[in-house]
């Protein structure tokens, strides 16, 4: 009579996947004979990145889906925000961050990741205020910013939503180079101090409240600027505006706590 079986070995036969269970054996390893066989239940499906469908706003829930690779199967999550005061938000380049409201000066820049201002010069200018920061800080995404992608600033309780007009994705050709706003100068005070009247001066004189593009730059306009911003195209040059943005809406929102 045979013998029974004693040693075995385990042996995948079908690879499991989320479609479809799998298969396993207990092999003998006299005879090779299937002592048992397994199902293998299914696997958890492989969601590639999450893909925003819909940005969030400080009002309305957003929407990210996924896919699995093997399946197709697709699933979503809802993306909410909130916003306290003193608050920045670009959704399209996942910058939420906080800044400091106060008189534009560097040492303001150099002791705060992010500025507000709508002071500058002794002058005060409440329809041109600049955003300022450093590019390796809070706003060193920001270049990827396009026309018409939404920015949220949130003052006093109060959320103002612009839509960009102009970004870095719309550079302009001056003498063979290309550049945004600004490309001269050692830091944003010389900027600012030496070039802004001067031809680099693109878009807007903020600080005086006199605009160079009357046909674009209507209405309460941001701008939003970095220094130290490296970019191949201008070999590195310090001092730029990235962003001009027109206001399209402003409505009070009680602050997150």
Known sequence: EKIPHTETYVK?????????????????KECSDIVEEREIPLTEH???????NKYATPFEEGEQYHICSV???????????SMSDKMLYIPSVGIQCKFAVTYFTQ????????????????????????ILGHYFGSLSTVRNTHI???IYVCKDGNVDT???????????????????GIDSGTNIFDCFASAMNSNYASFGLAHSGIDRW????????????????????TEGRNGRWIIL??????????PAA
């Open 214 to 233: 009357d046909n674009v730059n209507n209405g309460k306009t941001l701008h939003i600027y970095t220094c130290d911003h490296i970019n191949t195209l």
């Open 71 to 81: 399946c197709g199967e697709w699933e979503f999550k809802s993306i909410t925000v």
């Open 148 to 150: 018409g992608d939404c």
């Open 107 to 130: 040492a303001a820049v150099d002791n705060n990741d992010v500025v507000y201002t709508e002071n500058a010069y002794a002058v005060t200018d409440p329809t041109n205020p600049f």
């Open 245 to 254: 943005a027109n206001l399209i809406d402003s409505q009070p929102i009680e």
């Open 12 to 28: 995948v036969i079908k690879e499991p996947t989320c479609m479809e269970t799998g298969i396993e054996c207990d092999i003998c």
């Open 162 to 180: 612009y839509k960009v007009i102009v970004s870095e994705h719309a550079i302009l050709e001056k003498n063979g180079v290309y550049m945004i």
């Open 46 to 52: 492989t969601f590639g990145e999450w893909v925003v």
